[in-house]
């Protein structure tokens, strides 16, 4: 509809919808026309226009291509609605498929695949098979894209009419349209599929890669996003791929520069030229540089890619750090990306042009922004050990400027830096010791209580600086309150005088009898043990040597840093989690006829173990005695993404207030959950715990019992940062608890929000709180297979070309000798509830070998090989995966899967 077509959207006349019968039954044309206009735009404001169904249907016999649009936006619109009538259309669109007017064609084809109605997507079939191969590149495209359309609504019949196939060759088409629409509806159909559909082989790379150049920036798009999935045989392909690629970095459009960036960063991986990666890091900054000029939105998602960007490869950008300088009118959200990508690029080299910029941010009214660019200086000083004196001084002059808030942040940030450099910059802490007064924030006041305590014995006068914040200890928050305890500690070790003496006494009474504060009152009680048994123990412990820190905050963990690069350009790179976060997508998984029943194992399907795979293995067609099992259809639900967790401190101390309160009904009772926590260890509280897999989602089930004398309300739970960044989804609800009663009850959990650095481990340490009693810890393992996806299923070749493809090295191995296997069907079944998945099986002498694939949450397959004689103790288990730090994780699952 046209500018001036306004008018229609204004009916105010009494009997609409009668009148609008009228005008559409009328035999004069432009009548006609201004009535389904009318229909139309009465249909977009929200008004029900569906009892005039059959009247517009009957204009669709009509040349007039405009008419004909019409027409079929209502059509699609109300067939859901008025499945019945909608078939009345059938057959005009089947002869619209065959018209004359390329146009028209398309436009049949196109409304069929929208309509979602069973019923007439059996009559698509025919129309869309022949548009796939019509004379006309635009109905082919669009007839490609149809066929996505068409395998959301029906995937079977998509497969069994062979469109994936026809989808496939359209990748050959001569037009780069019809090629970007084919990837476009096979990259489409490969998301909502378990099975690999589209794969990228040599051939159809240079297909590929010749179509880029000649269609549209959103066929760029398409077909860039596909090539970076694709793994290049060894770096000369690579160097060759990115070849043909870079010339896309110049283009207008900002999606296919941020695509082709994702594309050579993906192949830059197997690169091994530093030539290469130097030329190509140097033509990768103008285009994102030109990427910040554009309008502020913009500027902040192309911030966000650059944040990742920089974390892998930092040298990309290294020179351009002027172009992240903060202009005065950038929003303020840009402003806080600019400069978190200024405090990674930061270096020895740069630091005095950073420092300044810093310093005059700092001035700025922005509060947030301002508190931002102090404890920029600070992360500066602690990541350049050359630039930290600047990075002191700077801060020194900002806190003679006495703006409150600028003294406080940057007090926070010197104690850091004490922590990082220790016995370096002490002489600055008289100056600090002057803006006392002015803190009234807890974390100032804590950083600067923690200060005193460290270096007590270099301020003369710290007990009467300790003096005048203890007045006020009961009224302080937690956080002060835990230093000013460990501070007065500190004093009292360092100069066991008479004023430290009366204050410790002052100070372990107001955290031990005047406090309801478990973690204020456990510590105080553990000082005063110390101090009243043992003093030099109490020394050792309390002024123990501390470990140097690092600044580690807005890093990514590398797995969850490359999944994100891997999807540059998406919302995923945005918001800096991974797709399945916040997208949900239901994987359908078509049962094969060949796949109805397991093997009897009678014959051989492998000829050796593929440690060292043979070529006498039977291909993916081959019919040697090796069949799968059914593929059971789960929907994959990835659990809603979550607030983001808190973050603990490493020994989980300091809950208080950063736990998630438990809010949802009870769960139903279950099988035994494993005692996690005794009741002889929880005064009288019992807790059972078991993390669980149900309907592709994860739960921590669990279970409450009070052997107390008191009621206890109030639960709340807490995770510590662990390897796979489990986290509570939130909510549960644990009613009161009376004495004897008990509660069970499943907690939705998250991943990859909660990480631990360092190598991955089974532990997964908990806390539990509740209104009556103090915070109780206890630990539980991780189990691998809980968190293995429904869509773990390889085929059998695929299964071969990547245990080859993968280096020995990968391969772990573990026996278990107590373990007897009494049914290997048995032991399958019991292995494909776990969604680890059976690929063959064979004889080896007496020895049973089975064959297994299995997928973790972030895409990794794990290869897996089973050897046993049944019914003898001993199990053999190999597994082979892309990333063996996981393997210990996974036997501790499969050790209890085979039990």
Not at 20 to 32: A, G, R, V
Not at 68 to 94: C, E, G, H, R, W
Request: hydrophobic share 40%; charged share 25%; proline share 7%.
């Amino acid at each position: 509809m046209s500018g001036h077509d306004s008018k229609y959207f204004s009916t105010t006349k009494k009997g609409e919808i009668p009148e609008l019968k009228d005008e559409l039954n009328s035999q004069y044309k432009d009548k006609k026309k201004d009535a389904v206009k009318k229909v139309i735009a009465a249909m977009t404001v929200g008004k029900d226009v569906s009892s005039l169904f059959t009247d517009v249907v009957n204009c669709m016999q009509t040349e007039n291509l405009e008419l004909k649009k019409l027409v079929y936006l209502y059509l699609i619109n109300y067939a859901k609605s008025q499945p019945d009538l909608a078939i009345l259309a059938v057959n005009t669109f089947v002869k619209d498929s065959q018209d004359p007017n390329p146009l028209i064609r398309a436009l049949a084809v196109r409304t069929m695949g929208c309509i979602r109605v069973d019923k007439i997507t059996e009559y698509l079939c025919d129309p869309l098979q022949r548009c796939l191969k019509d004379d006309d590149p635009y109905v082919r495209k669009t007839a490609a894209i149809c066929v996505a359309k068409l395998y959301d609504i029906n995937a079977e019949l998509v497969e069994d009419r062979g469109f994936l196939e026809t989808l496939k060759d359209l990748i050959s088409d001569n037009n780069p349209m019809v090629v970007a629409n084919a990837v476009a509806a096979l990259a489409e159909i490969q998301e909502s599929s378990s099975r690999p559909i589209f794969e990228i082989t040599s051939h159809t790379l240079s297909k590929l890669l010749t179509a880029l150049n000649e269609c549209t920036e959103w066929g760029q798009v398409f077909i860039l996003d596909a090539l970076s999935k694709y793994k290049a045989a060894d770096a000369r392909e690579a160097e060759n791929i990115v070849e043909r690629v870079t010339p896309r970095l110049q283009h207008a459009n900002c999606a296919v520069v941020l695509s082709a960036v994702k594309m050579i960063l993906q192949q830059m991986e197997l690169i091994t030229s530093t030539d290469v990666i130097r030329n190509l890091c140097k033509k990768m900054a103008p285009p994102l540089v030109t990427l910040l000029s554009a309008e502020p939105e913009i500027q902040y998602v192309a911030l966000r890619n650059i944040n990742l960007i920089v974390q892998k490869r930092p040298t990309i950008l290294a020179h351009e750090i002027k172009v992240f300088f903060c202009k005065y009118n950038d929003p303020i959200y840009v402003k806080m990306e600019k400069l978190e990508i200024m405090i990674k690029l930061a270096s020895d080299r740069n630091i005095d042009q950073v420092l300044l910029e810093f310093k005059e941010y700092a001035t700025e009214v922005d509060v947030d922004f301002v508190r931002k660019a102090v404890r920029a200086i600070g992360r500066c000083a602690i990541k350049l050990e050359r630039a930290a004196e600047r990075c002191i001084s700077v801060l020194l002059e900002l806190i003679k400027i006495k703006v409150n808030y600028v003294v406080q942040e940057a007090i926070i940030v010197i104690k850091d830096i004490f922590r990082r450099y220790p016995n370096t910059y002490e002489s600055i802490i008289a100056t600090l010791c002057e803006s006392l007064d002015t803190l009234d924030e807890p974390e100032a006041k804590a950083s600067m209580i923690w200060i005193i305590g460290e270096y007590a014995e270099r301020i003369d006068n710290a007990d009467e600086l300790l003096e005048s914040f203890l007045e006020s200890f009961p009224e302080e928050p937690p956080l002060v309150q835990l230093q000013l305890l460990t501070a007065t500690v500190k004093l009292f070790l360092k100069k066991p005088t008479e004023s430290p003496q009366q204050m410790i006494q002052v100070v372990l009474n107001n955290a031990t009898v005047e406090t309801d504060n478990p973690d204020l009152r456990d510590r105080a009680y553990i000082y005063w043990r110390l101090l009243s048994t043992d003093p030099e123990a109490a020394k050792d412990v309390v002024l123990a040597e501390k470990p140097v820190i690092s600044d580690d905050s807005n890093q990514l963990d590398s797995s969850l840093l490359d999944e994100l690069l891997a999807n540059i350009a998406t919302l995923a790179s945005v918001y800096h989690k991974p797709p399945d976060a916040f997208v949900t997508r239901v994987k359908s998984a078509i049962q094969r006829p060949e796949e109805e029943e397991y093997p009897d194992g009678s014959e051989t399907g492998y000829s050796e173990a593929p440690s060292h795979v043979a070529d006498g293995v039977p291909s993916a067609s081959s019919s040697t005695g090796v069949s799968a099992v059914p593929t059971r259809q789960v929907p994959v639900t990835p659990p809603a993404t979550a607030a983001p967790v808190p973050d603990l401190l490493g020994d989980l101390i300091g809950l208080d207030g950063a736990l998630v309160p438990v809010d949802e009904p009870t769960a139903p009772s279950g099988p035994p959950l494993p005692v996690l926590l005794p009741a002889s260890t929880g005064q009288g509280l019992q807790i059972s715990a078991q993390l669980i897999r149900r309907d592709g989602q994860i739960f921590y089930s669990m279970l409450f019992e009070n052997n107390s004398q008191v009621p206890l309300d109030g639960f709340m739970i807490q995770f510590n940062k662990n390897t796979l960044g489990l986290a509570a989804a939130g909510p549960l609800q644990v009613p009161e608890l009376l004495p004897g009663s008990s509660a069970r009850t499943l907690l939705p959990m998250v991943m990859f929000q909660n990480f631990s650095p360092g190598p991955p481990s089974i532990l997964l340490q908990v806390a539990v709180k509740n209104n009556q009693q103090p915070v109780w810890y206890f630990s539980d393992k991780i189990s691998l297979p809980v968190f293995f996806t429904e869509d773990g299923k390889m085929e059998r070749a695929n299964f071969l070309e990547t245990w080859k493809s993968l280096p020995d090295s990968n391969e772990i191995t573990k026996d278990f000798p107590n373990h007897v296997i009494k049914s290997m069907d048995v032991t399958i079944e019991n292995l494909i509830e776990a969604n680890v998945f059976f690929i063959a099986k064979r004889r080896n002498m007496n020895q049973e070998v089975l064959y297994l694939s299995a997928k973790d949450p972030r895409g990794t397959p794990f290869l897996i090989e089973i050897t046993a004689i049944v019914g003898t103790p001993g199990v053999k288990c190999a597994v082979k995966t892309p990333n063996p730090d996981m393997a210990p994780l996974f036997f501790e699952g499969v050790e209890t899967l085979l039990k």
